[in-house]
């Protein structure tokens, strides 16, 4: 058996259109589909892999399967509605999303958001940060440990985990899933009271029972058979490819929006974004706890330090409701869980109620771009654990 | 020379600030984006593309319009602590193929794909120009403006 | 009576009816009972409550989950080789139940007598790689056959540091066989520490059985979350249902061989006999339970590389010290 296929390093990069006529003709070479029906896939997204053994010789991906064509619908809709669907685009985050299109309704429409909506927006974002990098962390044992193995108590540990956010969100805004919390000019539900009392211990018990699944994941010899060095990413790959987040963090590329280019209230606070440089998924793994532990200690900031005041304000507008921008275009990125979530926005469809084009850049798409790349020259194992650790979500890639 | 002289010499337009959208000429776009990628702007962000549909000379618009497409590309500079884009627009008539980035950045393959499919911009040196999101037997560019979305369209409605 | 029930004993023909048929009974009340031991296991594990519905403690989801599974509809894929297909699952059980016909579970209560018990075990549960080739196959379905290929691959190189292993008691012992095994370690002289090489010997042993049984984390023909199940990923209702139990059956078998070869079986502190037998089994069983629900899985270069490097040079190593310190005059064999 002929093994000319190598992991992508820099030295020796992948050719991800590799005609596999002339890989080997003599090689035995085999066509597996994996999804889109597939438990490790996360979603609807199928990958052909084109297999010499068990080690993959060619990887093509399919994403689409979820296209529900979320900016055509944007075309039609008032800015005001706009949100609520884009909650579903990366469902792992909603909250974030609905703040990425604000910001660039508000930027265009020229409308000041009140400090205290500002800080209360980053504080939201960092609560989900750490929910959608839980879901990370245990779908990612998941994928490695198997769905009836100590993968699935990771998964279990970390959804108990979640559950003490989404019970703060609930009580924040009466929804536990797609909040529509925001809207162009501020927040719709104030910090209902003693809501710290609720915020503070369920923070302070995520961290804790975080290092119990870091000495159970990380400190576990399997786990870092599995993980090290397995998935590698260099630097300039991830550069070319937009691999944003912690899967770019994770590479090396030292840059977070939050602290680079702040917007909300990221500006007011130091911002300590967790850089790495082996770029495999263990670096990957490991850049989400870090950033769990450092979103916890952004929220106790963002908590303690709420200014007083309004939360919504309206001045250019007459309501919430009806945001009016006659044109402009801008592009705005804000940083989610997954990466550089951006807006490209045209202004003036619709009479000026509507977009004209409005672009999402999918932090999830760039990373799935990734695997024709990495993928190839790994073992069929190896591709579960890489696809998991780029923690892909199919309803954002797709839209 | 700061960057954005650079971009104007080059350009030949007036480039006051990278991240305000400037307009280039289809045949500098990747000149463009290759002195960008050598000036630190080496993250590859995001292309869109969008269809504004030409007009049938009318009352308002008594001369009519043609059918265009513009093509925005935004790169990042990923620079610790002070981290910025360059958007910039490239202005295509109907069927005008626009330069592909992929030798310059992987990530515009699948990016490239998308703006493909759904608006029907052509990238020219593309290595793989495939539908990426609707099925490959698709007929029509879902986010062109004279797409409408009440047809059905079988056998997938 | 007792006399009708000696006489029975001692007929081979009447021993087998017998012992055959309560073992055959105990073994599938066994696979059974286990997964809602599992369940309830895994949940505390895991922080929930696992079955609590039906019946008291929900210990009744066993009679829910059979009545289901019997229930269920037996679908052939068309591509399927129909003769295999079907043959794979009762061919796993068959084999699984015959190698526990020697294992005595109190001094002489073995349905078969025979002086070469520990070969026989190991010889039927050598052949369990052949039904889940034969599913892997004959679904005709490609992440079966990678189930399958990975399992046969497994299967044959963990069979050699589990054989080697488990000669380490056989030579200390001086038998084959398993009353012969358990009667060298009276008097507390069970092999884990009787000896310089027990311990090392059991761990070797239990890592293999595990790998044999496909348990977590050797579990890589199964591997759910690549190759979804694996073999078994074609088939349905009760032929699905026969996989599980041979592999629960064969897990409990590992452990029953592990405890009397390594922990003295029916011996004891105080008064010996089946309870002995019984507790050690079941504290291996759950140790099984407590490595899969904690663990992730190897990959499969990995584990073979981890058989291949360790557990064969090591258990090699094994074989020469237990000869050299029977050699001495330590051994228990007289």
Redesign the interface.
Known sequence: MSLSIQPYSAEQPVN??LDVDLYDPDADLMVLNLGPQHPSTHGVFRVKLILDGEVIVKAI?Y??YL?R?V???CE?LNYSNIKAIIDKNDYISPMINEQAVNMAFEKLAGVEVPRRALWLRSLLAEFQRIASHLIALGTFGLDVGGALGGGASAFMYCFRDREMILDVFEELSGCRFHYNTHCVGGNRHDVPAGWDRMVLPALEVIEARLDELVDMMVNNQVFVDRTQGVGVIPKN?A????L?GPNGRASG???D?R???PYNAYGEVEVRPAVRSAGDCQARFLCRVDEIRESARLARLFLAGLPEGPISGTKPNKGPTSVKIKEG???V?LSTPRG?L?T?L?AGGNKGLSP??L?I?PPS??H???IP?ILPGNNLSDAIAILGSLDPVMGEA?? | MTTAEKVAALTGTEVQEL?T?FVVAPEHHFALAELLQSEGY?????V?A?HFAGEVPNKKNPEGSPETFQV?T?L?K????????A?WRVELAAGEPIDSLVP????A???GR?QFD?VGVVFKNH??LR?????EDWEGH??RRD?A?ETAHPPWR | MTDIMDQLLNHPLGRGVLLGGVLVGLMMGVGAFSTYLERKFAGRIQNRLGPTIVGPFGLFQVIADGIKMLRKEIIIPRAADPVLFLLAPIVAVTLTLASAAVIPFAEGMEPVVTSVGLLWLLAFSGLLVFPVWWAGWASNNKYALFGSMRAVAQGVSYEIPLVMAALVPVILAGSLDFGAIVAAQKGGAWFIWSNPVGAIAFIIFFLASLAEANRIPFDIPEAESELIAGPSVEYTGILWGMFPLAEYIHTFIASAVASLMFFGGWLGPGPDGLHWMALKTGALYLAVYWLRWSLVRFRSDQLMRFCWHWLVPISLALIVIATLWVHAGFGGSA
């Open positions: 991800p259109y991906g994403p689409g296209h064509g900016e055509k619908l039609k790959l550069l070319g490819l937009g944003t590329i030292d840059c929006l602290r680079d280019a275009r801008c592009y990125g550089e951006g490209y045209i004209y084009r672009k850049r798409l760039h799935l771009a990734s790349y797709d839209r | 991240e959208e080496t993250f590859y962000i995001t869109a969008t925005a935004v990042r990923p620079e610790p602590g002070a981290s910025s884009f958007c310059l950045f992987e990530g393959d699948w990016q998308e759904l290595p793989d539908r990426l999101m609707m099925p879902p986010l797409y979305i």
